[in-house]
């Protein structure tokens, strides 16, 4: 079974455009939640111009008190500030991703091997305060490897060009590249630091109803997809409790 976590950063965004407490980003999030999501993301920024410092302890919060078992996921640039953050929320999943502070969204993954100075200590610290960590990479068959070699229990696959691919043959090239990608971290598990295990694979970034299902069937053991842009205009037509039902029938 693919979990879906439904990210809320366009939610906080629209928020954000005027000095009043709605939409409620906890609000949106309990109206998902209860509908069958499997867990919640936010990538909260140092300018804080969608997802705020607050947000973040008022989900972990509701998400423990109300929600137990589902998951709680942060994303973000392994800044002392951001670290420090996780530790004091514990989320479920720290999911690490390359971007520039400026950078309005994730537009690439990790090239581990160039930072392996900067992301091994940060994984470890992570694992120590008890975190799960992705990290955001590439199709790219040789990402994964990388991945287990730094410690990483999971590995994102940044699925912006499939996405952004409305063409069926730049499309199936894509999911082609995506699939290998996958099949590679099924293999990295043995060479990871630590214990062999298996290197999980989740998914995120401009995914949609009309393309999540090519990509369940072609990568069927997908852990997770996040999803926050399409979800958030599909809340618009379908209202989010019914948008949240249909993602999760998309990720079956």
Same mark, same amino acid.
């Given at each position: 079974m693919t979990h879906l976590s439904v990210n809320l950063n366009a939610v906080a965004m629209l928020r954000n455009r005027r000095s009043v407490p709605w939409p409620s980003v906890t609000g949106i999030a309990r109206v998902a939640l209860d509908a069958g999501a499997d867990g919640i993301t936010v990538h909260p920024?140092?300018?804080?111009?969608?997802?705020?410092?607050?947000?973040?302890?008022?989900?972990?919060?509701?998400l423990r008190r109300d929600y137990p078992g589902r998951e709680f996921n942060i994303e973000g640039y392994p800044s002392e500030d951001f670290l420090a953050l996780c530790e004091a929320a514990r989320p479920d999943q720290v999911t690490l991703v390359p971007d520039d502070p400026l950078q309005s969204t994730s537009d690439h993954g990790w090239p581990?091997? !160039?930072?392996? /100075?900067? *992301?091994?200590?940060a994984i470890? @610290?992570?694992? %120590?305060?008890?975190m799960r960590v992705s990290l955001f990479i590439d199709a790219d068959p040789t990402a994964p490897a990388a991945a287990a070699l730094v410690g990483a229990d999971r590995v994102e696959l940044y699925t912006g060009p499939y996405g952004a691919a409305l063409q069926p043959e730049p499309a199936t090239a894509r999911l082609?590249?995506?699939?290998?990608? !996958?099949?590679? /971290?099924? *293999?990295?598990?043995?060479?990871? @630091?630590?214990? %062999?295990?298996?290197?999980?694979?989740?998914?995120?970034?401009?995914?949609?109803?009309?393309n999540l299902?090519?990509?369940?069937?072609?990568?069927?053991?997908?852990?997770?997809?996040?999803?926050?842009?399409?979800v958030t205009a599909d809340a618009l037509l379908y209202g989010m409790a019914e948008t949240v039902r249909r993602y999760k029938a998309a990720c079956s």
């Open positions: 920024r140092p300018d804080e111009r969608h997802i705020r410092r607050t947000d973040v302890f008022e989900l972990v919060a509701m581990i091997e !160039a930072n392996r /100075a900067l *992301l091994l200590p470890e @610290r992570l694992h %120590a305060g008890g082609a590249a995506l699939k290998q990608t !996958a099949d590679a /971290a099924r *293999l990295a598990g043995a060479n990871r @630091r630590g214990p %062999a295990r298996p290197l999980q694979v989740n998914a995120g970034h401009d995914l949609n109803l009309v299902p090519p990509l369940k069937a072609a990568i069927p053991d997908l852990a997770e997809v996040s999803i926050g842009h399409a």
